[in-house]
């Protein structure tokens, strides 16, 4: 059976959350490889709408085994809030495993995420929720893992050894009190019973699933432009979004990756600093904002919105391997009478083809437009192919032939029941 991997194609913020959902029903098994409680995403069931930041949204279904895998950065107390919050709802978290090696966000993360990204001369608009702080002390050998947080032993024994140097930065350079093994202690603590029963391997039981023939989704939080080595550095995220961080994110080998589903909007949207090349920061970027409700899911921040970027688009599938291709809020497009795809870029009266990796190139590309005529029908309640108006599927049509994917799922709402499948990854 397939393992798929579900990638954010763009700036994040694609509409994975709905994606996931909506595939989830027919997984076995929903794991998350990389990011924090960064990302959210927002899933509609029955006209209630759930909002997610860490936990994998296959926790809606009674039967699927949700992974928050080794790659994932996990803020504990939001972890446990987002417990409480599904089980007041009714919805059990009795599925939810945590891999045991997934570092830890701690407070000194925290601070120091918004006391670096304050110090910085250039700013990135993190999300203030410790992530980069928390993958540098990762990669440093610094960090302090889920299995770690089992009882008050081992995470006294851990915080002995960080907590001296984190202290030092905090008070030598920013003038910070920092934080005594006993503050944590009290924050943490509470929540280490809840934890132990959650902590698993995930590689292991990714590999078991793989192996019983079950189905496997794996949920990549943020988007392919944000990822650490192949977004639009240093306007990124700390981890690997892109499909090729689900393998060590999850502990799973490459070759058990079959499909890889990248979500794109059918327009463009970014959070935070960086360059984009198509915005609109005109009543059409204002409409597409309203329309959308392009306001973060995490921050409340209002998001940059602009047309479809299928140089960028194409970047994704390149850079993931795409197999297929997710588009998300068709019906926010229901209300313009000409709708633009970008298909290359200008860049000193150049034609540029290929999406650049150098920032200072991608600063001063211009966007080159094809022109289609807008429907101006709603689309909200289109169930098939078929019964989507003309200009909607030649728009389709002209962002799968400019972007040399297929689309395999087209979203006209956020209920689960918008969703119109032309290819099913299942
Ligand atoms: P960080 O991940 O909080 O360090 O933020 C780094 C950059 O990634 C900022 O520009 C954020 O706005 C952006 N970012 C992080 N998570 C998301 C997300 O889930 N959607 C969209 N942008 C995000």
């Known amino acids: 059976m397939p393992i798929v991997v579900v990638v954010g194609a763009q700036w994040g913020d694609e509409g994975k959350g709905k994606v996931t959902d909506f595939l989830a029903s027919q997984a076995d098994v929903v794991a998350r490889y990389q990011g924090g409680n960064n990302a959210g995403h927002t899933v509609v069931v029955d006209g209630t709408a759930y909002k997610l930041h860490l936990i994998p949204s296959g926790i809606l279904y009674p039967n699927t085994l949700c992974i928050i895998g080794s790659g994932v950065v996990v803020d504990p107390v939001v972890l446990c809030r987002e417990m409480k919050y599904l089980e007041d709802l009714g919805i059990s978290t009795e599925r939810l495993a945590v891999s045991s090696t997934a570092h830890v966000i701690l407070p000194y993360h925290k601070v120091l995420d918004e006391l670096e990204e304050a110090d910085r001369l250039e700013k990135i608009g993190t999300t203030g929720r410790g992530i980069g702080p928390a993958y540098a002390d990762k990669y440093a050998r610094n960090g302090i893992r889920m299995r770690d947080l089992q009882s008050e032993e081992s995470l006294r024994r851990a915080l002995d050894v960080v907590l001296p140097q984190k202290n030092k930065l905090l008070q030598k350079l920013y003038d910070h009190p920092g934080f ?68 060590p994110g999850l502990g799973i080998g490459p070759t058990r990756i079959s499909q890889v589903v990248g979500v794109v909007k059918a327009y463009t949207t970014r959070v935070g600093e960086g360059p984009f090349v198509t915005e609109l920061r005109d009543e059409i970027g204002q409409a597409i904002r309203d329309r959308g409700k392009e306001y973060g899911t995490t921050t409340g921040r209002p998001r940059r919105c602009g047309w479809f970027d299928a140089v960028m688009a194409r970047y994704s599938v390149r850079i993931n391997g795409l197999t297929g291709v997710a588009l998300t809020l068709l019906d926010v497009l229901d209300a313009f009478d000409t709708l633009k795809i970008c298909t290359e870029y200008e860049y000193h009266g150049q034609p540029l083809s290929e999406f650049p990796t150098d920032l200072r190139v991608l600063e001063e590309c211009r966007p080159v437009y094809r022109e289609l005529p807008g429907w101006g029908r709603d689309t909200t309640n289109v169930k098939h192919w078929d019964d989507l108006p003309e200009a909607a599927r030649a728009y389709l049509q002209a962002v799968a032939e400019e972007i040399d994917c297929p689309i395999q799922y087209v979203s006209v709402g956020p209920g689960r029941e918008q969703t119109i499948t032309l290819k099913a990854v299942f």
């Not at 590689?203 to 078991?208: A, H, N, R």
């Open 180 to 247: 005594t093994v006993d503050q944590i202690l009290d924050e943490f603590s509470p929540l280490g019973p809840t934890i132990r029963r959650l902590l698993s391997d995930s590689s292991l039981l990714v590999e078991t699933a793989y192996r019983k023939g079950q189905r496997v989704l794996c949920e990549g939080a943020q988007g392919t432009l944000l990822d650490i080595d192949h977004g639009t550095y240093p306007f990124v995220t700390s981890s690997s979004p892109t499909a090729g961080g689900a393998a």
